[in-house]
């Protein structure tokens, strides 16, 4: 059973049986996610780096693999930890006609499942390396966004599947973590990968806002993410487009952004704005 969630409806409580209170294995393996990820990351790159500060051509070679096998076991980790811990959207009818929304709009061939996870985390993400990839909503977000909101993050995060950015973060989520004894070598790799993850985002943005279908829903989200659920309902996002349309985000506000994976909030939205005016989003709604 769920909650009936006709558009623009806040799809709030609906019940989900996998995780009531005490629920052994399945509260265990969902609750602490990221936790686990983070300490086997560390010590295992620990590791790697110690391995490789030799130097040698042996060493970077086998650095390199264990690091791209590390990485691939942590991707198969997840997605087996969520088929066993985590609800598929199917068996939620409001989520699942969302997904199917997204799916339908971005014309998405490839299996992606849609996995829920209850935690009160305003969050969701993709994990995969080749099809059948997942997509990871935690119940947070989907009490904290209307129908169309959620279709923005959830077509967001398909976005980066059909990017295939979920593949090349599988394949090189371990770079600036090996040095191999090269002074600063971790930093300029990382500041590359952070570049990249930045762009990324802004084209799983535009898929977001062509499964959505309304730049204002999906700058609410944006906003929302940004300075919260409650502060951000409260925002007139139409004084927001106009801003956009005649500004851009300045240099200083770019450079905020050099050492963060994700772009600002401001700059998000502006690319947003530009690409809903050009004309590019089919039945788009601004
Ligand atoms: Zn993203």
């Known amino acids: 059973m769920g909650v009936a969630c006709a558009k623009g409806t806040v799809l709030a409580a609906a ?18 996610d990221g936790d686990h990820d983070l300490a086997t990351t560390l010590a295992v790159s620990t590791a790697l780096i110690i391995a490789g500060s030799s130097f040698t051509v042996g060493g970077v070679a086998i650095v390199v693999i264990l690091g791209f096998l590390f990485t691939y076991g942590m991707v198969l980790w997840r997605n087996w930890r969520l088929k066993r811990s985590a609800l598929p959207s199917e068996e939620v009818p409001e989520v699942h006609a969302i997904v199917e929304q997204c799916r339908s709009r971005l014309g998405v061939r490839d299996p992606i499942r849609v996995y829920i996870v209850n935690a009160p ?12 990839q997942s997509i990871v909503v935690y119940t947070g977000l989907i009490r904290a966004l209307d129908h169309d909101e959620l279709a923005y993050v959830i077509g967001h995060e398909m976005g980066h ?7 090349i973060h599988a394949l090189t989520g371990q770079l ?3 040095t191999f004894g090269i002074p600063l070598l971790g930093y300029f790799l990382r500041y590359i990968f952070y570049f990249w993850m930045r762009v ?3 084209s799983a943005d535009r898929a977001g806002l062509i499964a959505c279908g309304k730049l204002e829903k999906a700058l609410s989200t944006q906003l929302k993410l940004s300075v919260g659920p409650e502060r951000g309902a409260q925002v007139d996002v139409a004084p927001i487009i106009r801003h ?7 240099v ?8 963060s994976t994700h772009p600002v ?3 998000r939205m502006d690319k947003m704005v530009d690409f809903a005016y050009s004309g590019a989003v089919p039945d788009l709604a601004t």
């Open 265 to 267: 909030a401001q700059a």
């Open 244 to 250: 956009w349309r005649e500004n851009d985000v300045g």
């Open 121 to 132: 985390v305003l969050n969701a993400y993709a994990v995969g390396f080749r099809a059948p």
């Open 161 to 167: 599947v059909l990017f295939r950015h979920t593949t």
């Open 252 to 259: 200083a506000d770019q450079l905020k952004d050099v050492l």
């Open 176 to 178: 600036g973590l090996h």
């Open 200 to 202: 990324a985002e802004f």
């Open 15 to 32: 019940p989900y049986p996998a995780y009531a209170s005490g629920d052994g294995l399945a509260c265990h393996l969902s609750l602490p």
